[in-house]
Nanobody, 123 residues
């Protein structure tokens, strides 16, 4: 079983930056696609970004494109989410997850999830 542990969340003013990290417990991480999702209070969990197992193949939600960057370091079994130009609407709990099969856009395609890290952006 894979354990995913996120860190790096916090409170930041609008326009600021944060970098989230997600460390996986198993080497099988290196062969798994990894995604970031977020969930704001009263809203459904939504896709944010995805990286295939091979670094360089990345995809983003339109709402974060050109502001967020997903990357991975397989040697450290870690995936990152660099978030720049943060907005109040980015406030949410952010989760990393390991893709099992299916569409990377769909939360049901992921089998392992981290516990989440809170990101709060004040305007």
């Amino acid at each position: 079983q894979v354990q995913l542990v996120e860190s790096g969340g916090g409170m930041v003013q609008a326009g600021g930056s944060l970098r989230l990290s997600c460390v996986a417990s198993a080497r099988t991480f290196n062969y798994a696609g990894m995604g970031w999702f977020r969930q704001a209070p009263g809203k459904e969990r939504e896709f944010v970004a995805y990286t295939a197992w091979m670094p360089g193949q990345t995809y983003y939600a339109d709402s974060v494109k050109d502001r967020f960057t997903i990357s991975r370091d397989n040697a450290k079994s870690t995936v990152y989410l660099q978030m720049n130009s943060l907005r109040a609407e980015d406030t949410a709990v952010y989760y990393c997850a390991s893709l099992r099969w299916g569409s990377y856009l769909d939360a049901s395609s992921y089998d392992y999830w981290g516990q989440g890290t809170q990101v709060t952006v004040s305007s």
